[in-house]
């Protein structure tokens, strides 16, 4: 055999060698640079043994140069058939995170909101009875005031609550004075329609302690109002009507858009036409509730109020969602929006 054989053959054996000892795309590429390369062994192995003039080690050395590529090649295959096609070490499309719902969200911001002035977040039950529902809050039976709220009723005694208060009495059961909690939960009425969903949130402050009065429910309010929907943002109070509160109100809210004018340009302003938006209710816990929490009305006074967490949510990023219930649907591409 001639010398050259010899020489080649110590190649395509060390090759053997190196094939099986590789096991990632890496090993393969550096095998094919160290015998096919430029400063590769066939090439070296040619400076050697010119192939000028001699056909037949042309074809020797073409025949390994084959079977090289040839036997990468193979293992290349076997590994990106065995192998994951995707580099887990590259960051993720932004397309393919998940992110917080925009409720989840807002509860969380509020909840931040009020821990800053110490009030301690809650959660009281969204099936409840009559007694913390509706009995204990000064709503007795057969009082109108049962037929505000498009209540669903279940079986003994128990409904699917339609506000947050029933959590007050809760509360003055579980804690004494000095009270400050705000209960954020799911509230249910019987109302479906492009702004309103049978399920939705409520988040319920309610203050106790000694001499609490409306001027402390205005601060309250007045602090929410800055530090959710921004500086500038005031707030007022009318007088309104719940079984619960004694004085009550409403809150009403400045609109960003026309400042509390009402007007743009000499127009209504479209957001809000008089200047103010409704926040919800609120007033000073009344007597009787405070009795029922087994408090002493002589000693001790609070507030309250329930405001809806998608109410805030859409009052102060100004989306027009045309139907509200759409929040509450698992379609990625609406959710997606509001990362
Ligand atoms: N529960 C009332 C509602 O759902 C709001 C409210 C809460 C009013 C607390 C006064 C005090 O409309």
Redesign the pocket.
């Known amino acids: 055999m001639p010398a050259y054989q010899e020489e080649l053959e110590k190649i395509a054996n060390q090759f053997e060698v190196d094939l099986k000892s590789a096991t990632t795309f890496d090993d393969l590429n550096n095998i094919e640079i160290k015998y096919l390369g430029r400063q590769g062994f066939i090439n070296n192995f040619l400076k050697i043994y010119p192939p000028k003039g001699n056909p037949e080690l042309g074809k020797d050395v073409n025949q390994l140069k084959q079977r090289v590529s040839a036997h990468l090649e193979e293992r290349r295959n076997k590994l990106s058939y065995h192998s994951p096609k995707i580099d887990l070490t590259l960051p993720l499309k932004d397309d393919l995170t998940g992110s917080t719902h925009l409720i989840s969200r807002t509860i969380e911001e509020i909840e931040d909101i009020f821990a800053k002035i110490g009030f301690a977040r809650r959660r009281y039950p969204e099936i409840d009875t009559d007694w913390y529902y509706a009995e204990g809050l000064n709503i007795p039976k057969g009082h109108p005031a049962r037929d505000d709220q498009e209540t669903f009723y279940l079986t003994n005694d128990f409904v699917l609550t339609a506000?947050t208060?029933n959590g007050q009495l809760h509360e003055m059961e579980n804690q004494k004075p000095p009270i400050r909690m705000i209960n954020i939960g799911k509230t249910y009425r019987r109302q479906a329609d492009t702004s309103h969903n049978p399920m939705f949130h409520?988040f319920?402050g309610l203050v106790v302690d000694i001499d609490i009065s409306i001027a402390n429910l205005i601060s309250i309010t007045n602090y929410f109002a800055e530090n959710y929907f921004g500086v500038g943002r005031k707030t007022r109070l009318r007088p309104h009507h719940?079984q619960?509160?004694e004085p009550?109100f409403e809150i009403d809210i400045s609109c960003d858009l026309c400042s509390g004018t009402g007007v743009i340009d000499s127009v209504p302003c479209k957001m809000c036409k008089s200047g103010w938006l409704e926040l919800?209710?609120?007033?000073m816990v009344h007597r009787n509730v405070l009795k029922n929490g087994d408090l002493d009305p002589d000693i001790y006074s609070g507030f309250?109020?329930?405001w809806g967490v998608e109410r805030v949510l859409l009052m102060r990023s100004g989306l027009k969602i045309a139907d509200l219930r759409n929040l509450f649907t698992d379609d990625i591409r609406f959710l997606g929006q509001f990362k």
């Open positions: 506000h208060s409520q319920e719940f619960f509160t009550s919800g209710g609120a007033g309250a109020f329930g």
